[in-house]
């Protein structure tokens, strides 16, 4: 009984774990946080995208090989906790950048 008696508290406990509780970050970290989701990919255009954030807000700058990818870092950044808002000012390789508006 005592067996199954800690196995039910170990279940409980780690269910409480995975829901994640909401929490606040400051700009830097948060960049951190960002950097590490949208580059975790060993083919990741770590080198030519930058990652800047701004009250919460993620602004993501620079080049990229594939139009898809620009979708794709957009949602990874807004899914990271504590994310706000992403901004992308993302283009292709001979296409201009977007402008801050």
Do not use: C
């Not at 830097?28 to 989701?37: I, M, N, Y």
């Not at 990919?41 to 090989?65: I, M």
């Amino acid at each position: 009984m005592r067996i199954a008696g800690a196995y039910g508290v170990g279940w409980s406990r780690r269910a409480r774990h995975l829901r994640e509780e909401p929490k606040e970050y400051d700009d830097a970290t948060l960049a951190q946080k960002v950097q590490t989701e949208i580059f975790r990919a060993a083919d990741s255009p770590k080198g030519t995208v930058n990652v800047n954030v701004a009250d919460g807000v993620v602004q993501l700058r620079g080049k990229v090989q594939e139009p898809g990818l620009i979708n794709e870092l957009v949602e990874k950044a807004r899914h990271v906790q504590g994310v706000r808002d992403v901004e992308s000012f993302l283009h292709l390789p001979k296409t201009p950048a977007p402008m801050d508006q």
